[in-house]
């Protein structure tokens, strides 16, 4: 089983400042990472796939990088609505998510 | 516009079997680009992916389920279905349908279902 580990569990940062959440995986998965938002009682909102690429209709504000066991996702000028949890998910064999990282307000 | 919809008991007892269903509209499970599956997550925790289907049959479950999940398609109702034998407390969790093809566009989710298992 791939073992996605996220940190920091929780990272406080103020509105309009910039976020960057990191990942790693147990062993290389190549570019096939995604990231996703989600929000209480909702399902999970898809951001980034292929390490890099954004969904659609994500903001440009949203970005993603890395391959091989090492990622990250940076989140420039921060928005309220874009305090939630986020989760890393890699999908080279099957799925497995990270644990979560909570962005809160600083 | 692809939606998911699931549907299920809420309560379950112990050492019963759950049975979830999910009802997929404005996109046909009748090809095998892309899986559909199910995921959970307990209250206040992580997500995790419990197994997925092709339309082929071809089915893939997490090994950590032991062999209790069976996922099996309607093709007819353009539905899939989740079974979990012998569940306990730890199997209370949001239950989501989903079908995620690692690209830009298929990528969708259920609202997801609160199954409590409690005598």
């Known amino acids: 089983e791939i073992v996605m580990t996220q940190s920091p569990g929780t990272l406080s940062v103020s509105p309009g400042e910039r976020a960057t959440l990191s990942c790693r995986a147990s062993?290389?998965?190549?570019?096939?990472l995604a990231w996703y938002q989600q929000k209480a009682g909702q399902a999970p909102r898809l951001l980034i796939y292929g390490a890099s690429s954004r969904a659609t209709g994500i903001p440009a504000r949203f970005s993603g990088s890395g391959s091989g066991t090492e990622f990250t996702l940076t989140i420039n000028s921060l928005q309220s609505e874009d305090f939630a949890v986020y989760y890393c998910?890699?999908?080279?064999?099957?799925?497995?998510f990270g644990q979560g990282t909570k962005l809160e307000i600083k | 516009q692809v939606q998911l919809q699931e549907s299920g008991p809420g309560l379950v007892k112990p050492s019963e079997t759950l049975s979830l269903t999910c009802t997929v509209s404005?996109?046909?499970?009748?090809?095998?680009?892309?899986?559909w599956g199910w995921i959970r997550q307990p209250p206040g925790k992580g997500l995790e992916w419990i197994g997925s289907i092709y339309y082929s049959g071809s089915t893939f479950y997490n090994p950590s389920l032991k062999s209790r999940a069976t996922i099996s398609l309607d093709t007819s109702k353009n539905q899939l279905s989740l079974k979990l034998s012998s569940v306990t407390a730890a199997d209370t969790a949001v239950y989501y349908c989903?079908?995620?093809?690692?690209?830009?566009?298929?990528?969708?989710w259920g609202q997801g279902t609160l199954i409590t298992v409690s005598s």
């Open positions: 062993q290389s998965i190549s570019s096939n």
């Open positions: 989903a079908s995620l093809g690692g690209d830009c566009c298929h990528d969708y």
């Open positions: 404005g996109y046909s499970i009748n090809n095998n680009k892309y899986p």
């Open positions: 998910q890699q999908y080279n064999n099957w799925y497995t």
